[in-house]
């Protein structure tokens, strides 16, 4: 077996309040993928920011190659080989493709200045080696698709020869046909001999691609294993410390009368004529690619981006909805896809965070009762057990699954009738997931009307009581419970190939260059 | 469960850590500046620590204080206004003009200059929130407006001869203290309640720090920023009312350059210009000891262009102490 490329020994890493890491071993052998594993908040993310020098430890060492070394920055780390795709994207939106593979140590002319010319061929040979031929190197990269975005990440870590390269939460905000293309990359770059260290919330692709996992809990090592010796319940009980169901059974609930209906709901270039009803007790999931209008037309339906034609009927009687505003006071919430955009003030603290959407309600002739918000952020700290040190933790240095979690703490603070949410899951562990799909199910049982996106089939599947398919921005197909199979929704969502002639991936560039 | 014990067994117990966090806030080195510096320039001339001379000083500051406060307000949010200036000439035009020109009674046509400084600003707030006009440049832009057009209407005339009434607010005490800071006093006590404890402050810091997240938690973002700057006009208008009755006369260059003057003060005050944190508290502790600095510095017989220099470097001084403490607080 061949020696380990970068080690980490005794590793303890404390932030005021918390101790994140707490004497942790993890190494990573070329040409290997190491999963690296634990609950939300057990620390995953800080040991990589470690290893590629975010942080410095408290105490512990860090070997690459048989050579202690010390990382005063991340540059040091790039030196030493180390590359890193963190959890939330750092890509330039505004730069191009080439300018951010490169960004940092650009080719330069014999002169000093920056040879642009070698800069985007080398770009395209990086991209070529990792069988992607289909990307245009000037673009900016904030017209891109996540997935298109995490390949420039991995192209701009090969461009600095990285030996090692970590990858946090790599498939959480991209769709299947990306995940498939990502797992050949990583594929390719094995037989080159990087090592590769790859965290994820889904067993499943740790079964996949993994060669070995290491599972952190609270802080602390509890093992690392050969993953052709493990199973998905072994995983899971070492991550957690006992066994659990990690798959929530929907409850049946009764289904009562129409409470949202939208009918002919049109935004220019993102949705044409959507039609569909939601009923008391009724959860709908809402499947499609990327692009699809899925988002979109959530974001009509809440007054973000008014509808330029069409209705939306709450109770059969007609609204007009053109501020989120109106939409929360007519019942109405919208959990966004985008935690660190959308969903979240991080440099506030969580217990601002979760009363922003009720302040109202806590406030008598608007003064804010600081109390009644304390009270509210400790009962969404325990419904939800966020890892918190408590409500004035800045949401920003929560871990990222806790980030989630308060996202769909300050929804749930409105006690909505229709709750409609975007990719509600994305980032959390497999206990606490089970723990919102529990929720909502109990939710929907109490009357609630839920549209629930995702791009998670076994999500879509275990939890909804009707399915609607959403391409191109247009509703083309509705499934009951007992129709739908990962089959024939996945045909819905990607349309008849044959037929119009369109490959998918010509589909997917049309539906890139809407967003 | 677990995150609510370790709340109270990991962490010291609240009230030493609010102590901290006090003491380590820039409106806590600010206040210890300010204190440092009294105390300096009292050894240097002994004209400057009477209470004649602090009370005068107080009396000065008040237009440029009334006009920070809303700016507090906009920078807040990630804005900036800098037609406050200009609008303060403004109104102190429309008030001679009112007045003399147009025959109206005085009381009208304060109201006038009040009203037309309101109107500025929501012409501001409106450009900004319609338009997405980045608030730096339509502010630019009406700085020149406002101040051409207070240029056009003076007709390089002056308005003077007021009432005896008219000079009360700004020339005139009220149990020893100059009448105009009570106003100040006042709107400085009423802005800060607003900014620390009502929902609409706290959707003024939400909006600086993130305004997606913001419009997509239901916050009013586009209604919040028109009443700022509206009110961000107003308080011009008003200053430049009390100006002009502290002057007694009425020119149209009043007012200019204030807007560096007010964000100087919020600056100093710990807002960050980025938006997203501040507090009236850190603006007024800033207001003072800017004008101290000044007044100590002129009594000392520093001139004015040094006395900019240390001003300036006082400002690059409580920056760098801020930013230190800030790192030094997130632990990196
Ligand atoms: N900068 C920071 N300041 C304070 N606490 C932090 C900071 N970064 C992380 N933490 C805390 O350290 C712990 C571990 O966080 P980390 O992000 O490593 O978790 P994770 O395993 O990546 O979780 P997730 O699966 O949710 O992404 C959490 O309790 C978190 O709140
Ligand atoms: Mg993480």
Do not use: C
């Amino acid at each position: 077996m061949q020696p380990p490329i970068l080690e980490l020994n005794h590793i303890t890493k404390t932030f005021p309040g918390v101790t994140a890491l707490d004497d942790v071993h993890f190494d990573i052998r070329p040409g290997e993928v190491h999963a690296l594993l634990g609950e939300n908040g057990a620390g995953k993310s800080t040991l990589i920011k470690v290893a590629s020098g975010v942080y410095e430890p408290d105490s512990g060492e860090i070997i690459v190659e048989g050579q202690p070394v010390r990382f005063g920055s991340p540059r040091d780390a790039q030196a030493h080989g180390i590359a890193t795709i963190y959890q939330e994207l750092l890509l330039y939106p505004e730069l191009s493709v080439a300018e951010n593979i490169f960004m940092g140590h650009a080719p330069r002319t014999r002169l000093g200045a920056i040879d642009w010319a070698t800069m985007r061929s080398r770009s395209l040979e990086i991209l070529a080696s990792l069988n992607i031929d289909d990307m245009d190197v000037t673009r900016k990269v904030g017209s891109l698709t996540v997935g298109n975005r995490q390949r420039v990440e991995i192209a701009k870590a090969l461009s600095m020869n990285a030996r090692v390269l970590i990858m946090d939460e790599p498939t959480a905000a991209i769709t299947e046909s990306d995940v498939e293309r990502l797992f050949s990359i990583i594929e390719l770059l094995k037989q080159r001999g990087v090592g590769i260290v790859y965290i994820s919330h889904r067993l499943n692709e740790v079964f996949d691609i993994g060669d070995r996992v290491t599972v952190l809990r609270d802080g602390r090592y509890i093992a690392t294993e050969p993953v052709d010796q493990m199973t998905e319940d072994k995983l899971v009980s070492m991550m957690v410390g006992r066994t659990i169901d990690n798959l929530f059974p929907k409850l049946d609930a009764p289904i009562g009368k129409v409470v949202l209906e939208v009918r002919n709901l049109t935004r220019k270039r993102v949705a044409h004529d959507v039609s569909f009803q939601l009923r008391e007790g009724e959860i709908v999931g809402m499947a499609g690619l990327v692009g699809s209008g899925r988002s979109e037309i959530a974001q009509v339906i809440f007054g973000f981006t008014p509808a330029h034609a069409g209705s939306i009927l709450i109770d059969g009687r007609e609204v007009r909805i053109t501020t989120p505003g109106q939409a929360m006071r007519y019942g109405i919430a919208y959990l966004p896809e985008d935690r660190g955009t959308q969903g979240l003030i991080r440099q506030m603290d969580l217990r601002a965070n979760t009363s922003i959407t009720v302040l109202r309600a806590l406030s008598r002739a608007t003064f804010i009762n600081r109390h009644k918000e304390t009270q509210l952020a400790y009962s969404t700290i325990e419904q939800l057990s966020i890892r918190a040190y408590g409500p004035q933790q800045l949401v920003g240095k929560l871990s990222g699954g806790n980030q989630q979690k308060v996202v769909v703490g300050k929804w749930l603070a409105t006690r909505p009738r229709v709750l409609i949410v975007d990719e509600p899951t994305r980032g959390i562990d497999v206990g606490a997931k089970a723990e919102i799909h529990r929720l909502m199910s109990e939710l929907a049982q109490q009357g609630m009307a839920i549209l629930m996106i995702s791009s998670e089939m076994p999500e879509i599947l275990g939890m909804s009581d009707r399915i609607l398919v959403m391409r191109e921005g247009r509703l083309v197909a509705e499934f009951s419970r007992a129709e739908a199979t990962q089959e024939n929704i996945g045909l819905a969502m990607m349309g008849d190939i044959g037929n119009n002639g369109k490959s998918v991936n010509s589909q997917l560039d049309g539906v890139e260059w809407q967003a | 469960m677990t995150a609510h014990e370790t709340s109270q067994t990991r962490i010291a117990p609240a009230w030493t850590q609010q102590l901290r966090a006090l003491l380590r806030s820039q409106e806590s080195v600010l206040l210890f500046i300010t204190v440092i510096a009294v105390l300096i320039l009292s050894t240097q001339t002994d004209k400057f620590l009477t209470v004649r001379n602090l009370l005068n000083q107080g009396r000065l500051m008040t237009e440029i204080g009334l006009i920070a406060l809303p700016m507090t307000y906009i920078i807040v949010t990630g804005g900036i206004d800098l037609s406050v200036g200009s609008i303060a000439g403004l109104s102190a035009i429309m008030l001679g003009y009112g007045w003399y020109n147009l025959g109206l009674p005085l009381e009208l046509a304060i109201v006038l200059a009040l009203v037309i400084g309101a109107i500025a600003g929501f012409a501001n707030g409106l450009f900004i929130i319609l338009f997405r006009v980045p608030p730096l440049i339509m502010t630019l832009a009406t700085l020149a407006f406002y101040r051409g057009l207070a240029e056009g209407i003076a007709q390089a005339r002056s308005v003077r001869d007021y009432p005896e009434w008219f000079y009360a607010l700004g020339q005139r005490e009220t149990l020893g203290i100059p009448n105009q800071l009570y106003f100040l006093v006042i709107a400085a006590i009423i802005t800060a309640i607003i900014l620390s404890r009502t929902t609409f402050g706290r959707s003024l810091y939400a909006i600086g720090n993130n305004e997606l997240a913001a419009r997509f938690s239901g916050i009013p973002v586009r209604r919040n920023k028109l009443i700022i700057y509206t009110l961000s006009g107003f308080m011009s208008g008003f200053a430049g009312y009390v100006l002009v009755s502290r002057v007694s006369t009425t020119r149209s260059d009043m007012g200019s350059g204030w807007e560096l003057d007010a964000i100087a003060a919020v600056v100093l005050g710990g807002t960050s210009i980025f938006g997203g944190s501040g507090s009236i508290v850190g603006t007024m502790i800033g207001l003072v000891l800017i004008q101290l600095l000044k007044n100590g510095l002129a009594l000392t017989g520093v001139t004015g262009d040094a006395t900019i220099v240390v001003i300036g470097s006082v400002l690059i001084l409580s920056t760098l102490i801020n930013s230190v403490i800030q790192r030094r607080v997130e632990g990196l």
